[in-house]
T-cell receptor, first 110, second 114 residues
């Protein structure tokens, strides 16, 4: 069973700080990972994906993949209260299917 | 932008009823998925389909069936609804080519079985 693990949080950061969200996975062969943001009562929204080792930046978001250590992280720079949400990490279980972590709740205080 | 549309945001049904949840996507995606999401349990895959009339069981298919008669439409059927099927149901779609592709979600259907 391929698994993706996340700390449930909440992770609390002050406005303007860097939020660091982490995810570990069990399958060494996994090549691609996805980060979703989910506001309370809403559906998951794709915010980042990463297919190779290293960093990928998009605006205030940076995804990092470390295959040797089997972890994926999401950094959010200049955190805003509107970033308060649950962040889901997802990795592949098959050719088309994904397994999702249970999510980390992020709270950004003004 | 990908648009995945679920037919209802909220639905209330009675135990024993046959319930249909509909999902339509407008991006010509080959793959479509049905998940349920419950507090503390996360997202769990019920069924997915990679082509018209094709379906694969996910992690929790018991009590559910699916139908995919057209590429853009994927239906989830609760054959005889039970209270333990009260949940948030999420439909998603993705491309099939090029390995794992991101899945795009609809707004979800919050289903209550009384």
């Amino acid at each position: 069973q391929k698994e993706v693990e996340q700390n449930s949080g909440p992770l609390s950061v002050p406005e303007g700080a860097i939020a660091s969200l982490n995810c570990t996975y069990s399958d060494r062969g996994s090549q691609s990972f996805f980060w979703y943001r989910q506001y309370s009562g809403k559906s998951p929204e794709l915010i980042m994906f990463i297919y190779s080792n290293g960093d990928k930046e998009d605006g205030r978001f940076t995804a990092q993949l470390n295959k040797a250590s089997q972890y994926v992280s999401l950094l959010i720079r200049d955190s805003q209260p509107s970033d308060s949400a649950t962040y889901l990490c997802a990795g592949p279980t098959g050719y088309s299917t994904l397994t999702f972590g249970k999510g980390t709740m992020l709270l950004v205080s003004p | 932008d990908v648009k995945v549309t679920q037919s209802s945001r909220y639905l209330v049904k009675r135990t024993g009823e046959k319930v249909f949840l509909e999902c339509v996507q407008d991006m010509d995606h080959e793959n479509m998925f049905w998940y349920r999401q419950d507090p503390g349990l996360g997202l769990r895959l019920i069924y997915f389909s990679y082509d018209v009339k094709m379906k694969e069981k996910g992690d929790i298919p018991e009590g559910y069936s699916v139908s995919r008669e057209k590429k853009e439409r994927f239906s989830l059927i609760l054959e005889s609804a039970s209270t333990n099927q009260t949940s948030m149901y999420l439909c998603a779609s993705s491309r099939r080519t090029g390995g794992n592709q991101p899945q795009h979600f609809g707004d979800g259907t919050r289903l209550s079985i009384l």
